[in-house]
Nanobody
Framework: QVQLVESGGGLVQAGDSLRLSCTASGRTYSGSAVGWFRQAPGKERELVGTIRWNNGNTYYADSVKDRFTISRDSAKNTVYLQMSSLKPEDTAVYYC?????????????????WGQGTQVTVSS
């Protein structure tokens, strides 16, 4: 089992930056990947980006490319989502999740463990 705890959400203005953290505990898998998802009211949960734990390779959705950066601190078992140039359409509950699937997966169903989510609200 893997337990995930997100933190760092809040209310910011358009153009601001915010950093989310996702700390893992329990059993971790070196071949796993951590994904950041978000879900806005009335919308489906969508993948924001992923980072592979063993080599740090990242993937970003087009909507956040060049604005969001995912990184990891192996010593702290923590993955970060640095968000900059935030827009009102970035408003959502943000989740981190872990998949043990060895290839890039973008669908929520492929992820095995989930955090509780943290709210990010961007005002215009």
């Amino acid at each position: 089992q893997v337990q995930l705890v997100e933190s760092g959400g809040g209310l910011v203005q358009a153009g601001d930056s915010l950093r989310l953290s996702c700390t893992a505990s329990g059993r971790t898998y070196s071949g796993s990947a951590v994904g950041w998802f978000r879900q806005a009211p009335g919308k489906e949960r969508e993948l924001v980006g992923t980072i592979r734990w063993n080599n740090g390779n990242t993937y970003y959705a087009d909507s956040v490319k060049d604005r969001f950066t995912i990184s990891r601190d192996s010593a702290k078992n923590t993955v970060y989502l640095q968000m900059s140039s935030l827009k009102p359409e970035d408003t959502a509950v943000y989740y981190c999740a872990v998949t043990v699937y060895p290839a890039l997966v973008v669908t929520p169903g492929a992820y095995d463990y989930w955090g509780q989510g943290t709210q990010v609200t961007v005002s215009s």
